[in-house]
């Protein structure tokens, strides 16, 4: 009986001593820091940038690229991921992905059978910024080298997150964010776009990061519109803008209102808050956008006492009726242009009164083009800047 007992005890230590079975070294991967999909004709091209691990550590580097580019072509992505092992000596680890682009050929097809393949890989967190990349092929995005950041992919992902936080018509979207949106009743996909700047033969060599100015810049090119997982259109810079201060995406940004006598001033947005609310009138729903801003005065390019609170009252009544016409044109705008939902007015619907939205859902193609909204913007001017009212009003003649 004794020697059972031991003879068990034995066999449950060695379950405790079976290592690391599925182990795999850091010098048997390829870290996978971005990815990019295009469509070429009925083949998926998959592009992935993979670090260099010698040329970004601490040490003493060779002056060779950081990164290189590995791209294979298949039927489906899966394959394609696979087939990247005919040119790679390592096999590629995803965990690490900053940034997902996909083409806008690509886009305007579908990129729900993407975002599902992608979704379901274990070894991928799903963090990385997914992005459509406007009027070139998602394969160059990748291969514009950089200066700040040695690696393109962080340098693309830490821009966007910068800029997201301080320049209003930019945003994020997560992979985990993209699919949310895509199933979530009564509100259709936005993304955010990218586009090279300057010298696209340029920016994918070394030589681009020699100099102080570089010849091919990466660049946000609005939002990308989608029907489904459809791309089916853009919004420029303001009607970005107004599409964040609509989602409550805006976090700090800049803009200016146009003097009395000629000139403007430059307000800095230092909090924003939207809040959507639903009422219905005769079974039709109505939107009210409500929106409250904290904002400095940022730069002052105009004679105006900014002293005087009647000035300061005159300027946020100024920045409430320039925000409001700005909302209203791109709603406006998404209503006849495009017919979707990006707003989340449907969803809005749904939290208020489900029974409600689930008589509308169906018709709510045909309801949302005349679906009214009201506004109801409060803007307060903090502060003025560490000085009054600006030198320039006393320079002598």
């Not at 459809?230 to 609509?246: M, P, Q, R, V």
Request: proline share 3%; with cysteine; charged share 25%.
């Amino acid at each position: 009986m004794k020697l059972g007992f031991q003879l068990c005890a034995w066999l449950l230590l060695l379950t405790l001593l079976t290592g690391c079975w599925n182990r795999r070294e850091l010098n048997e991967l390829g870290i996978q820091m971005g990815m990019a999909i295009d469509k070429i004709g009925d083949q998926y091209q998959l592009a992935v940038q993979v670090v260099v691990p010698g040329e970004v550590s601490s040490r003493l580097t060779t002056g060779r690229s950081p990164v290189t580019l590995y791209k294979a072509s298949a039927p489906t992505i899966f394959e394609a991921f696979r087939k990247l092992t005919e040119t790679s000596p390592r096999k590629i680890y995803s965990a690490h992905t900053r940034v997902l682009v996909i083409g806008e050929s690509l886009a305007q097809e579908g990129i729900g059978k993407i975002l599902d393949l992608l979704s379901r890989n274990p070894e991928a967190r799903t963090d990385y910024y997914v992005i459509v990349s406007r009027g070139i092929k998602a394969e160059e995005v990748l291969k514009v080298m950089t200066s700040l950041e040695k690696i393109p992919a962080n340098n693309l992902f830490y821009s966007l997150d910068t800029s997201s936080k301080n320049w209003a018509p930019t945003t994020t979207v997560t992979m985990d964010q993209a699919i949310l949106q895509l199933v979530t009743s009564g509100l259709n996909l936005v993304l955010p776009g990218v586009e090279v700047l300057g010298n696209l033969s340029t920016g994918d060599s070394k030589s681009n990061v020699d100099k102080i100015e570089n010849a091919g810049l990466l660049q946000s090119a609005g939002l990308a519109i989608f029907d489904e997982d459809k791309l089916i259109g853009w919004l420029n810079e303001d009607e970005s803008k107004g599409y964040n201060y609509i989602r409550n995406n805006v976090k700090s940004t800049a803009g200016h209102i146009k003097c009395p006598d000629g000139g403007v001033l430059a307000l800095e947005t230092l909090r924003s808050d939207t809040k959507m609310k639903v009422s219905f009138d005769n079974g039709e729903p109505l939107i009210l956008i409500g929106v409250v801003i904290e904002s400095n005065i940022g730069e002052v390019e105009c004679k105006i006492d900014i002293m005087e609170p009647d000035t300061i009252v005159w300027l946020e009544h100024e920045a409430e009726k320039k925000l409001k016409s700005l909302l209203q044109h791109t709603i406006n705008k998404v209503k006849s242009k495009y017919n979707v939902d990006v707003f989340g007015f449907g969803q809005a619907v749904y939290k208020k009164d489900p029974k409600a939205w689930k008589k509308l859902k169906g018709e709510w193609k045909e309801r949302f083009p005349r679906l009214k909204v009201n506004y109801d913007i409060n803007v307060t001017i903090r502060r003025t800047g560490t000085t009054n009212n600006s030198f320039q009003n006393n320079i002598k003649e």
